[in-house]
């Protein structure tokens, strides 16, 4: 059966009212076992329910509510326990949010604001680009500090079902099925700012969680959080990945056995294009792509733990992509390729060193052995000891395709060919190791698992193309 899905964000917002009383019914105290516990707890429930009751009448009454919740709390509601940002003991580092007005108030209560928000930053946004945001945090940052913002606006005054709704329009937005998905700079921006805004997202929950009272807004910023959390780890980062980890495969293989000259690049470019991939496969190439890589996630201020994580995989997809490559290819590797996949191999890991990831080699160790154990002597029993050895990462059925089918003699070179081509005994024990089926142990990037830091100051800086309707900047801000 289908159904028709408004798609114009005023006609969307119209659906969300049942939606979210079912959410606020959702929310039940823990019990404590307690008969005295329990009596009071039902008592908050039922106040809670009540309190939460009155957030879904009219814009008119809800706009009274909260002017006199304003004027009772005066300049308080700037503060920071009231819906600024900082540290519990320190205001003079909380986020300045100037006392609501009418026109703001009815803004926020408004179920239309969530979807037209959600729309301007996301689906009609231009991001900056990366070349722009160099030093800029407040340009790089921008719509999460926005949202961060607005969430301060939405608690101050009991908006919980506005900003749930609000936070979940930014999630569907973002879906990775939208057209951005193949555009590796906008993924970049949206994955710094979805995890900046999870840990605003934080920095309130563990404000509101020294508070009385609180627990239909811990458990709202609960949820937000981890949709943000799921966002973030098992859409846009795997999209990002799946997109520079195709870029790296389809140079790599030729990047670390065809390039021959000895003043492959040794420094990482600083700006251009995203690279065409199937271009010019050679190392420079390959230098291009990680350092678009590496480069567009500092400029649009990637946490450091994520940059690594980023980084490393692609490191990883290199050594995998060029081994397969190897591996499916008959007298593919000779002693001179070996030597030049050598020095390729300690270029790329001088990359790495250049920007701080000093543990790079680890992730190319199995392409090092490989390039080794060719270069070995492969005589008699010591000999293949000796390879062994040296080959731990290297799995044993693997070791004897490449040694003995992957691997050809220099026929320029003959006193080479004697010296290492393999001999029957050592052929021998090979196939003998082979069929004991023993896998390497190739080092492979961590499992993600997402950090969150406080935050303590959101800019309210908006640049000029984003286009929120007219009166929404003044009336937020």
Not at 20 to 44: W, Y
Not at 113 to 129: G, Q, R
Not at 300 to 327: C, G, Q, R, V
Not at 331 to 348: D, P, R
Request: glycine share 4%; aromatic share 8%.
């Amino acid at each position: 059966m289908s159904m028709d899905v408004p798609t114009d964000p005023a006609q969307k917002a119209s659906t969300k009212s049942d939606s979210a009383m079912a959410l606020m019914d959702s929310i039940e105290p823990e019990e404590d076992g307690s008969d005295t516990c329990e009596s009071n707890a039902k008592a908050r429930v039922e106040y809670l329910t009540k309190k939460c009751a009155s957030l879904e009448q009219t814009v008119q009454t809800l706009t009274q509510q909260n002017m006199a919740l304003e004027a009772r709390l005066g300049f308080k509601s700037a503060q920071i326990g009231d819906g600024g940002m900082g540290s519990d003991t320190d205001d003079s580092q909380a986020t300045y949010i100037p006392p609501a007005s009418a026109s703001t108030i009815k803004l926020l209560s408004d179920h239309a604001f969530s979807d037209v928000t959600a729309y301007a930053l996301v689906k009609t946004l231009s991001i900056p680009a990366p070349g722009d945001c160099v030093g800029e945090v407040r340009m790089a940052m921008f719509p999460s500090h926005l949202l961060g913002r607005i969430m301060a606006r939405q608690l101050s005054l009991g908006l919980l079902l506005e900003l749930h709704d609000l936070s979940f329009a930014v999630v569907e937005e973002l879906d990775p099925s939208m057209p951005f998905a193949s555009d590796t700079s906008k993924l970049m921006f949206w994955i710094s700012n979805m995890h900046q805004y999870m840990c605003i997202v934080d920095t309130y929950f563990r404000k509101e969680s020294v508070k009385s009272n609180t627990l239909p807004t811990l458990i709202i910023l609960t949820r937000i959080q981890e949709a943000l959390a799921s966002l973030v780890k098992m859409k846009l980062v795997p999209s990002l990945l799946k997109l520079l980890c195709a870029d790296v495969e389809a140079v790599a293989p030729t990047a670390v056995l065809g390039t021959s000259v000895q003043k492959a690049a040794n420094s990482w470019y600083f700006w251009g294009s995203a690279p065409q991939a199937r271009h010019g496969s050679d190392m420079s190439s390959l230098n291009q792509i990680l350092s678009f890589a590496g480069r567009t996630m500092r400029s649009y201020n990637f946490p450091d733990y994520l940059y690594t994580h980023i980084m490393l995989s692609l490191l990883h997809k290199t050594s995998e992509a060029t081994t397969t490559h190897i591996l499916s290819h008959r007298w593919l590797l000779s002693f001179k390729v070996c030597e030049q996949m050598q020095w390729n191999l300690n270029t790329i890991c001088g990359w790495y060193d250049a920007v701080g990831l000093y543990n790079s080699r680890s992730y190319l160790e199995a392409l090092f052995q490989i390039a080794k154990v060719v270069l070995m002597p492969k005589q008699d029993a010591a000999d293949f000891a000796f390879v062994l050895a040296n080959s731990n990462l290297v799995g044993s059925k693997d070791l004897y395709q490449l040694l003995a089918v992957c691997t050809a003699g220099d026929s320029s070179d003959s006193k080479q060919i004697a010296t290492y081509s393999m001999s029957p005994e050592f052929e021998a024990l090979l196939k003998n190791h082979a069929e004991v089926d023993l896998s390497g142990a190739e080092t492979t990037p961590e499992e993600l698992t997402l950090e969150v830091e406080p935050v303590t100051d959101c800019c309210s800086f908006v640049p000029a193309f984003v286009e929120l309707p007219f009166g929404y900047q003044s009336a937020l801000f």
